[in-house]
């Protein structure tokens, strides 16, 4: 038999072979056609293979030598190419939404850090892709360094470390050190940011006028004895005055903020230490007192986030006012966007160019109360509307029925007011000296029970980061991946395997095979 009639047996073996394995997988049985088929093919193989190892073997010497320096210039490539690629990080990330790279908010954070952070991640394994992660924080800047260790192999490093498992980073900065479990680029962004910035900044909710509290776990009003919600207080329906804002809080702390409760009423605390002051819808009005305090504290150069709900007189309307924002006294109506069933729930997808808005997610507003600007401008105060409702939207006056009347006040509406107050004159050496007051038209946003939906938690956090003056924060939120899917029935998936996984190669190796075998 000829070499190129015994390289044919074995290619039509081969392919044989293959076809019987098809045929089992499509039909997830094995029947006598397939079986006779591997049969056959199996026969095949072994008589072209016995013919040709005779017919090779005669010319197999010559070509030894061919073969080897083949193999050494391939073997001097790859070196080459290994070496070129350990000096010179090249990276493409070719997936549509940057799953292997990190997120321009990350690196723009980085590219401003204040002070060095050095990184020691201990891993095993399993953790290829955090590594991967943290290299791509090293790579980003050069404030950040980084070195790994595996506390199986090292165990010494671990214990120096205080570190017990694997999966877990020591961040240190000028003195400082943080631990960090989480594997998502989040985790280590604020990570990396609260052992550079030091200083925990204070976030001061006013308490004492049924506000939302940050530190309650409660999320809405429930039916009482449905699956989940069972006190045994013997009502049909329970009511919770104070929503919590735990999540709120939670996420606060995450990103390096202390967070706490503050009560102005008894005139025991002090607004000195806050950074912020976050008034979360009070449903009662606070005293005189307390307001001019709020007043006089803005005054020295403080920040503050206003969420007044409708139709509830919280005291603070006049000193919104002298602020250049008026507090509607109505609700806003949206029957053209508008979250779930709730007409009274305005939905907002694009919003007016500001710091605290970029790049934001759609949000919504159970109840949200407008506002509008004074009819003349507060000296030295510049009003800038963040979020407003669409056009189709109007101010309902009626706390009974929502109708549109003639005489209210039409869409587009402001839901969301910036204030800034320059409080001085610049000098030289020193900057003016200002203070920020964000009004918002309703608290229930960014209340346990919606503020992981869509855009709304991101939105409280970018006001509070913008008012602490901590634009570095602002963005940054886990990242998501819509992943595509496909429906297919079993048979589908196995001849998709067989065509994709092995009838393709098979027909390359096949027609390379011929290829060679002619050229012989």
Same mark, same amino acid.
């Not at 109360?369 to 509307?385: K, L, W």
């Given at each position: 038999?000829?070499?190129?009639?015994?390289?044919?047996?074995?290619?039509?073996?081969?392919?044989?072979?293959?076809?019987?394995?098809?045929?089992?997988?499509?039909?997830?049985?094995?029947?006598?056609?397939?079986?006779?088929?591997?049969?056959?093919?199996?026969?095949?193989?072994?008589?072209?293979?016995?013919?040709?190892?005779?017919?090779?073997?005669?010319?197999?010497?010559?070509?030894?030598?061919?073969?080897?320096?083949?193999?050494?210039?391939?073997?001097?490539?790859?070196?080459?190419?290994?070496?070129?690629?350990?000096?010179?990080?090249?990276?493409?990330?070719?997936?549509?939404?940057?799953?292997?790279?990190?997120?321009?908010?990350?690196?723009?954070?980085?590219?401003?850090?204040?002070?060095?952070?050095?990184?020691?991640?201990?891993?095993?394994?399993?953790?290829?892709?955090?590594?991967?992660?943290?290299?791509?924080?090293?790579?980003?800047?050069?404030?950040?360094?980084?070195?790994?260790?595996?506390?199986?192999?090292?165990?010494?490093?671990?214990?120096?470390?205080?570190?017990?498992?694997?999966?877990?980073?020591?961040?240190?900065? @000028?003195?400082?050190?943080?631990?960090?479990? +989480?594997? =998502? #680029?989040?985790?280590?962004?604020?990570? !990396? /940011?609260? %052992?550079?910035?030091?200083?925990?900044?204070?976030?001061?909710?006013?308490?004492?006028?049924?506000?939302?509290?940050?530190?309650?776990?409660?999320?809405?009003?429930?039916?009482?004895?449905?699956?989940?919600?069972?006190?045994?207080?013997?009502?049909?329906?329970?009511?919770?005055?104070?929503?919590?804002?735990?999540?709120?809080?939670?996420?606060?702390?995450?990103?390096?903020? @202390?967070?706490?409760?503050?009560?102005?009423? +008894?005139? =025991? #605390?002090?607004?000195?230490?806050?950074? !912020? /002051?976050? %008034?979360?819808?009070?449903?009662?009005?606070?005293?005189?007192?307390?307001?001019?305090?709020?007043?006089?504290?803005?005054?020295?150069?403080?920040?503050?986030?206003?969420?007044?709900?409708?139709?509830?007189?919280?005291?603070?309307?006049?000193?919104?006012?002298?602020?250049?924002?008026?507090?509607?006294?109505?609700?806003?109506?949206?029957?053209?966007?508008?979250?779930?069933?709730?007409?009274?729930?305005?939905?907002?997808?694009?919003?007016?160019?500001?710091?605290?808005?970029?790049?934001?997610?759609?949000?919504?507003?159970?109840?949200?109360?407008?506002?509008?600007?004074?009819?003349?401008?507060?000296?030295?105060?510049?009003?800038?509307?963040?979020?407003?409702?669409?056009?189709?939207?109007?101010?309902?006056?009626?706390?009974?029925?929502?109708?549109?009347?003639?005489?209210?006040?039409?869409?587009?509406?402001?839901?969301?007011?910036?204030?800034?107050?320059?409080?001085?004159?610049?000098?030289?050496?020193?900057?003016?000296?200002?203070?920020?007051?964000?009004?918002?038209?309703?608290?229930?946003?960014?209340?346990?029970?919606?503020?992981?939906?869509?855009?709304?938690?991101?939105?409280?956090?970018?006001?509070?980061?913008?008012?602490?003056?901590?634009?570095?924060?602002?963005?940054?939120?886990?990242?998501?991946?819509?992943?595509?899917?496909?429906?297919?029935?079993?048979?589908?998936?196995?001849?998709?395997?067989?065509?994709?996984?092995?009838?393709?190669?098979?027909?390359?190796?096949?027609?390379?095979?011929?290829?060679?075998?002619?050229?012989?």
């Amino acid at each position: 038999m000829r070499p190129f009639h015994a390289g044919l047996v074995l290619l039509v073996a081969v392919a044989a072979l293959i076809g019987s394995v098809a045929v089992r997988l499509i039909a997830n049985e094995w029947n006598p056609g397939s079986v006779l088929l591997g049969l056959g093919g199996l026969s095949l193989a072994v008589v072209g293979g016995y013919f040709l190892r005779i017919r090779l073997r005669a010319g197999m010497t010559r070509r030894r030598g061919e073969i080897a320096l083949f193999a050494v210039g391939a073997c001097a490539v790859l070196v080459v190419i290994g070496a070129f690629a350990s000096r010179v990080p090249l990276r493409f990330d070719l997936t549509t939404q940057g799953s292997h790279s990190l997120s321009q908010q990350t690196v723009d954070m980085l590219s401003r850090l204040p002070a060095p952070v050095h990184i020691t991640f201990f891993y095993d394994s399993a953790l290829r892709t955090t590594v991967e992660l943290y290299e791509l924080f090293a790579d980003a800047t050069p404030q950040v360094t980084i070195e790994f260790h595996n506390p199986n192999l090292n165990p010494a490093a671990a214990r120096r470390a205080g570190v017990q498992f694997a999966g877990t980073a020591v961040l240190e900065s @000028e003195g400082r050190r943080h631990f960090v479990h +989480g594997p =998502t #680029e989040t985790d280590i962004a604020n990570g !990396v /940011l609260r %052992v550079s910035l030091g200083v925990k900044q204070r976030i001061c909710f006013l308490d004492g006028h049924v506000e939302a509290d940050p530190f309650s776990l409660e999320s809405h009003d429930h039916q009482e004895g449905a699956p989940g919600h069972s006190h045994g207080l013997g009502a049909k329906f329970v009511l919770h005055e104070r929503h919590g804002m735990a999540k709120a809080r939670n996420a606060l702390e995450t990103i390096n903020y @202390e967070v706490v409760k503050v009560t102005l009423a +008894g005139a =025991t #605390e002090s607004l000195e230490p806050c950074s !912020v /002051l976050v %008034v979360a819808g009070p449903k009662t009005a606070l005293l005189q007192g307390e307001v001019e305090a709020i007043r006089t504290w803005l005054e020295e150069g403080n920040n503050a986030f206003f969420m007044l709900d409708p139709f509830v007189d919280t005291g603070l309307e006049p000193l919104v006012r002298d602020w250049g924002i008026v507090p509607m006294d109505a609700i806003v109506i949206d029957d053209a966007r508008y979250f779930w069933a709730d007409v009274s729930t305005p939905t907002v997808t694009t919003y007016n160019h500001h710091k605290i808005t970029r790049d934001l997610a759609l949000t919504f507003y159970p109840g949200v109360r407008p506002f509008a600007p004074t009819s003349e401008r507060v000296p030295g105060t510049a009003v800038i509307p963040a979020v407003n409702s669409s056009p189709t939207s109007w101010a309902e006056t009626d706390q009974v029925r929502a109708e549109r009347d003639p005489e209210e006040q039409t869409g587009p509406l402001t839901l969301v007011a910036i204030s800034s107050r320059r409080l001085g004159d610049e000098t030289e050496e020193t900057d003016a000296l200002r203070s920020r007051i964000v009004v918002a038209g309703d608290a229930d946003f960014a209340q346990n029970s919606f503020f992981h939906l869509l855009g709304n938690g991101n939105l409280f956090l970018n006001i509070v980061n913008y008012l602490a003056e901590q634009e570095n924060l602002i963005g940054l939120e886990p990242r998501t991946y819509d992943l595509p899917e496909i429906n297919m029935t079993n048979r589908e998936m196995k001849g998709t395997f067989f065509f994709a996984v092995v009838l393709w190669p098979a027909l390359l190796a096949l027609a390379g095979t011929v290829i060679w075998w002619r050229r012989r």
